[in-house]
């Protein structure tokens, strides 16, 4: 469906260099490993000193306890932070938080979040945003077979193990005008399957409003809740 990479710093070097130079009101962090990420990128290309005295300057909000200790370790301490580790919960905690006139430097993994970066810019902010890391899509023709084969039934269930791969394949299904018909195959055909809270909550932000997913997001569990589901459904 999808890989992940990680950015080289010389990739990341603008968005770096773009935040250093104008700063930022707000820095907002949404995953341990992409922080860790941009840091040893600004260190790589001797801007270290300079990221982190902006960061240092502005407020803090972050999502996921992995990113708050990732943040720990540069010495900063996140003013705002989310309550369930998605970015609906990121949201939630920032609602009450005017971004009007405000720059906003936002970390995010390997893909853009529309709901995240729209809503702040609703709310007023200037947007910058990072991705350490980016998705490619090694086999396109096996994303647009499963578009088809969700939507005429051949498929009874996926499962969604990250993020990205729900976005690709709701990405093709837009290129083709399919995307409300996947939704609608989720929700009345074909089971989707979340292995975490972050997961499902993307599955939801396109339409799908059933999903079978583990209270323990592991992979393990996610089987077992699948099976259950099948034995009382």
């Not at 943040?71 to 949201?91: C, H, M």
């Not at 299904?173 to 809270?197: C, M, P, Q, Y």
Request: glycine share 8%; hydrophobic share 40%; proline share 3%.
């Amino acid at each position: 469906m999808q890989e992940t990479i990680k950015c080289t710093p010389e990739e990341m070097k603008a968005a770096i260099e773009s935040v250093t130079q104008k700063g930022t009101d707000w820095s907002i962090f949404t995953t341990g490993i992409g922080t860790n990420t941009l840091f040893e990128a600004a260190e790589s290309l001797g801007l270290l000193d300079e990221l982190t005295q902006v960061i240092g300057a502005s407020r803090i909000a972050s999502r996921g306890y992995k990113t708050v200790q990732a943040l720990k370790k540069y010495g900063f301490t996140s003013e705002i932070v989310d309550g369930d580790g998605t970015n609906a919960g990121l949201l939630h905690a920032l609602q009450d938080v005017s971004f009007s006139d405000h720059n906003v430097f936002l970390q995010l993994h390997g893909e853009p979040v529309p709901a995240l970066e729209n809503t702040l810019a609703e709310k007023g902010a200037d947007v910058s945003r990072v991705l350490p890391y980016k998705t490619t899509v090694p086999n396109p023709a096996i994303v647009t077979q499963l578009v088809d084969e969700v939507i005429t039934g051949e498929i009874e269930a996926v499962l969604f193990t990250a993020t990205p791969q729900v976005r690709v394949l709701f990405q093709e299904a837009e290129k083709r005008h399919l995307s409300t018909d996947l939704a609608k195959a989720f929700n009345e055909i074909a089971v989707a399957g979340s292995v975490g809270k972050v997961t499902t909550g993307t599955l939801n932000e396109y339409g799908i409003t059933r999903v079978v997913a583990p209270e323990r997001e592991r992979m393990g569990a996610l089987i077992v809740a699948i099976d259950e589901y099948y034995k009382t459904n």
